[in-house]
Structure formats: C-alpha cells, structure tokens
Nanobody
C-alpha cells in the first residue's frame, strides 16, 4: 500500500510563493507519474500539473509560467513550486500517483490573501 503525505501549504499574500511537497512510501514512486490537483470551495477538483516518470511535465493553462512541478526519485518526493500566487489559487492541493490516480494524499490548504 502506498501512502502520500503532502506538506508546505499555508497562508500567503498575493504575489508570494510556496513550495508544496508530497512524500511517497513504497518502491514504485520512480516508475509512476505524479500529479498535483486542487479543489476550491464549491468547485470541482482540477489537475494543476503532472510529471511523468521520465520527467515530462504538463500544466494547467492558468498556472503556466508561475508553477513548476519536479520530482526527486531518490527521496520519493514530488514538489510544486508556486510563484506569483493569486487569490484564485486558493484551494486544497492534493497529490496523486499514477495516470489513473491510484493513490491520493490527504491534501494541504493553500490560502492566498489579496
């Protein structure tokens, strides 16, 4: 069984930065795609960014140029560096493992004040 644990959320002013981390247990991390999703109150969960096992990245249009997803296979950890944050980025951010989202973390709250 894989466990994903996110950290790094918090309260930040608009224009600020945060780095989220998602640590995975087990030995399959390096062969799996990892994704960051977010869900704002009253809205559906949406994919923010994904990184495949070979390092290929994709981003939601609204975060391109501001967010960067990366992974460290030696640490079984995926990161989401978020810069130039906007109030509309406020949401619970969760990481997932696999293109089919086989596993999920518990989520971490990101709040951006204006």
């Amino acid at each position: 069984q894989v466990q994903l644990v996110e950290s790094g959320g918090g309260l930040v002013q608009a224009g600020g930065s945060l780095r989220l981390s998602c640590a995975a247990s087990g030995s399959i991390f390096r062969i799996k795609a990892m994704g960051w999703y977010r869900q704002a109150p009253g809205k559906q969960r949406e994919l923010v960014a994904r990184i495949s096992s070979d390092g290929t990245t994709t981003y939601q249009d609204s975060v391109k140029g501001r967010f960067t997803i990366s992974r460290d296979n030696g640490k079984n950890t995926v990161y989401l560096q978020m810069n130039s944050l906007k109030p509309e980025d406020t949401a619970v951010y969760s990481c997932s493992m696999g293109f089919d989202n086989d596993y999920w973390g518990q989520g971490t709250q990101v709040t951006v004040s204006s």
